[in-house]
Antibody, heavy 118, light 109 residues
């Protein structure tokens, strides 16, 4: 069965950095595009970033462009999100998601909580 | 990019139908047939219900259906059941990005 397991969340101060990881299993990871989506406490979902299977194409939401970097290691079946210059408003649960067909998400991880606070 | 507009809440009695709208622009909902819908139970990750406007993944009951007209997409839940009480989100491809809706809380009365 498909599994996506995020890790790396935690408490960080404003201006700090965190690196989220997502371990994928149960499917041929390299053939799927992957995204990161987040959800602030009590709020809605927000798309953050997209990466194709070959890492040839990446896209970012304006809210994180220049601060976050998406990457993947197909040999390790892993997706990453490097988050720099963190802000209080980056506090959220971060989900790793698989793109199933065309920019829709057929599998979701359980999420990892990132809290940015001084 | 602004979020797609959904009503904050919707409700219906068991067995009834409820329809949730998702309004965007010609740059997202109206410009592509790549609208999908998700159900999120409290404390859980979202689950895909509909993709490409009206296609249901295997395992999703046919009580869930999607449609689109112009810049507005809709999700209809027919034959409401207690377990349908959840938050529902639409999303649309918008050219090198995805945009989520504001979310709708469905209450089964």
């Amino acid at each position: 069965e498909v599994q996506l397991v995020e890790s790396g969340g935690g408490l960080e101060q404003p201006g700090g950095s965190l690196r989220l990881s997502c371990a994928a299993s149960g499917f041929t990871f390299s053939t799927y595009s992957m995204n990161w989506v987040r959800q602030a406490p009590g709020k809605g979902l927000e798309w953050l970033s997209h990466i194709t299977g070959s890492s040839g194409t990446v896209y970012y939401a304006d809210s994180v462009k220049g601060r976050f970097t998406i990457s993947r290691d197909n040999a390790k079946n892993s997706l990453y999100l490097q988050m720099n210059s963190l802000r209080v408003e980056d506090t959220a649960v971060y989900f790793c998601v698989r793109v199933g067909y065309v920019w829709d998400y057929d599998w979701w991880g359980q999420g990892t909580l990132v809290t940015v606070s001084s | 990019q602004s979020a797609l507009t959904q009503p904050p809440s919707a409700s219906g009695s068991p067995g009834q139908s409820v329809t949730i709208s998702c309004t965007g622009t010609s740059s997202d909902v109206g410009g592509y047939n790549y609208v999908s819908w998700y159900q999120q139970q409290p404390g859980k990750a979202p689950k895909l219900l509909i993709y490409e406007v009206s296609t249901r993944p295997s395992g999703v009951p046919d009580r869930f259906s999607g449609s689109k007209s112009g810049n507005t997409a809709s999700l209809t839940v027919s034959g409401l059941q207690a377990e349908d009480e959840a938050d529902y989100y639409c999303t649309s491809y918008a050219g090198r990005k995805n945009v989520f809706g504001t979310g709708t809380k469905v209450t089964v009365l």
